[in-house]
């Protein structure tokens, strides 16, 4: 199955460009679907993958995160958490419709889905809260869906789609060098 092509909205120190080009740098690429640069837990995601950048590199797979936030916002948190990735800014949330990214809608069904989260993912949600104190990190601007559920979509150099997922909560995702699992 082929990935769903796009032109690249804002991004941050780049200009347009479609993701048919971006994927064909590298054997595979992880399109990364996050919250916005404010929300802590996709702070800890973006440093977590920052760190393991050199271990996509050895597997020849590249990260590209989508973000609810403006580019602007984007520039000035890249810079504050030297973070070195790639980001699609959309605030208006286009891509996350065409990639059919789920919201959990509400603070109510947010609560929810974290409660009723496999033993996994609840471990996984409290180191990620440990991380917030280590890395010094605060909340920032509120931009975006505040209950917006992160995914993950793996795409080879053809565009062909190898896997997807969408998480069912806020510690349903890989952190890190976790995703390199998904390469076969």
Do not use: W
Request: net charge negative.
């Amino acid at each position: 199955m082929k990935a769903l092509n796009f032109v690249t909205f804002d991004a941050p120190f780049e200009k347009a460009y479609m993701l048919s080009d971006y994927v064909s740098k590298k054997r595979y690429t992880f399109l990364i679907f996050l919250r916005y640069f404010g929300c802590r837990s996709c702070q800890v995601d973006m440093i977590e993958l920052t760190k393991a950048k050199k271990a996509f590199e050895d597997k020849n797979a590249q990260v590209l995160l989508v973000l609810q936030s403006t580019p602007e916002i984007c520039e000035k948190g890249i810079e504050e958490l030297k973070l070195d990735l790639d980001m699609v800014c959309d605030p208006e949330k286009e891509l996350y419709s065409l990639y059919d990214v789920p919201s959990a809608g509400s603070a109510e069904a947010m609560a929810r889905k974290n409660e009723e989260a496999s033993p996994e993912s609840a471990k996984k949600l409290a180191f990620k809260r440990e991380l917030f104190d280590k890395y010094g990190l605060v909340h920032g601007e509120y931009e975006g869906d505040e209950y917006q559920l992160p995914a993950f979509f793996l795409i080879n150099s053809d565009m062909e789609l190898l896997y997807s997922h969408r998480a069912s909560s806020m510690g349903d995702m890989p952190l890190g060098e976790e995703y390199l699992d998904y390469i076969k």
